[in-house]
């Protein structure tokens, strides 16, 4: 799961309203720079300062801190590091030393140091910022459950921020959790409708619900999944919306629709065979055989990835078996390894040639019966001595 972390400079910076600072030429015009966002400003006036006075934690800190602002960790990690080990209590000082561990991809670092930390004692703010660096510094180090647990407390201190309940929604996706996901991207959308990117998000989430719900369940996750995709494309009809619209269709039972639309995004990408698979699954489902072959054999030449075709033949196996093209079923499930449905093909064969002979049976029968009945008649029509 990729969640982007913002930790805003009004959370960490300012470190002069904590710890007094004592008059000196420069802070006041390096805290200026900083507040306005002229950065390499804050950096060389902060850089003096540390120059003069090495020890005062407020130069370390404020000069780490601009050096985060400036994308360089690492110097940033150099100064704020020294700040924390100045005054190691400071949680001013340890959630951007956090960040900067987190921007020098140290994650074991960020994480060994927010453990320091005790959340209950920050303001809502930091916690804020506190869980998102930790949910970051876990992804990083491949904790999934612990990014779900910290972002979940993100979005439940702040439930009217779109971007907090986007954030988690997108975590549970990642995590196949379909009930959170539904559940945080509603509220994302809720809160921002004029997002397609969350739209987008809360369509998988309904897709995935499909995928692991039964009955009425299933069936409402799909429509949604539908409606909500549908949205997605009125804003951009390119190819991945509209090939997620498609997936929701196909999911909703809505196959004259899917056809539509995997049929917009074969044209939106000529190259792609996935929405001739689609399509020719939903032509399959609609009994269109003939229609589904010559999709699926479209989407074969589209492709040269072997597990690619395999689904692709595996779909034709099954459209040729309902043909009752026996020997192109049982060629094609020979590709894919399916001895099962060769089997099972086999069988449905010799029953058919069995019914065939059957039929053919019969009607020699109900032919010889017809030929008994015109030379009856035939006889009664002759004189009674020439019977």
């Not at 703010?125 to 876990?138: P, V």
């Not at 010799?350 to 035939?378: C, D, F, G, S, W």
Request: hydrophobic share 35%.
């Amino acid at each position: 799961m990729h969640i982007k972390i913002l930790v805003t400079s009004s959370l960490l910076l300012l470190a002069s309203t904590v710890v007094p600072v004592p008059a000196h030429a420069g802070w006041e015009e390096g805290v200026n720079a900083f507040r306005s966002g002229d950065y390499p400003a804050a950096v060389q006036e902060f850089e003096a300062l540390v120059q003069e006075q090495p020890e005062v934690v407020q130069y370390r800190q404020m000069l780490g801190q601009a050096y985060l602002a400036t994308n360089q960790p690492g110097k940033a990690v150099t100064h704020l590091r020294k700040a924390y080990d100045l005054k190691p209590s400071e949680n001013s000082i340890r959630l951007p030393l956090a960040q900067a561990y987190v921007q020098a991809q140290r994650a074991e670092d960020a994480l060994n140091l927010l453990k320091t930390v005790d959340p209950g004692a920050l303001s809502k703010k930091q916690q804020q910022a506190y869980y998102q660096l930790r949910a970051k510094a876990s992804e990083m180090s491949g904790s999934s459950e612990q990014v779900l647990q910290d972002l979940r407390a993100v979005a439940q201190n702040n439930p009217n921020d779109p971007k907090a309940q986007f954030n988690y929604g997108k975590a549970c996706l990642s995590a196949r959790n379909a009930d959170c996901a539904t559940s945080a991207l509603r509220a994302a959308v809720r809160l921002d409708s004029s997002d397609p990117a969350k739209k987008r998000a809360l369509a998988k989430a309904y897709l995935l619900k499909g995928r692991t719900s039964q009955g009425n369940a299933k069936r409402e996750a799909y429509r949604q999944a539908a409606q909500t995709a549908d949205q997605v494309v009125e804003a951009s009809a390119s190819y991945d919306n509209l090939l997620l619209l498609g997936e929701a269709q196909l999911g909703a039972k809505q196959y004259q629709s899917a056809t539509r639309t995997f049929d917009r995004a074969a044209s939106a990408r000529a190259s792609a065979w996935l929405p001739l698979y689609y399509k020719g699954q939903a032509q399959t489902i609609l009994d269109r055989f003939e229609s589904a072959e010559a999709t699926l054999k479209q989407a074969l030449g589209k492709t040269r990835s072997a597990s690619d075709q395999k689904r692709i033949w595996s779909q034709l196996g099954f459209v040729y078996e309902k043909q009752k093209s026996f020997d192109e079923a049982i060629a094609a499930y020979q590709k894919v390894g399916d001895s099962q449905g060769v089997a099972r093909v086999r069988k449905n064969k010799q029953i058919a040639q069995e019914n065939q002979e059957v039929e053919e049976y019969n009607k020699q029968i109900e032919e010889l019966e017809r030929e008994r009945e015109r030379l009856e008649e035939e006889m009664e029509d002759l004189p009674p001595d020439l019977r």
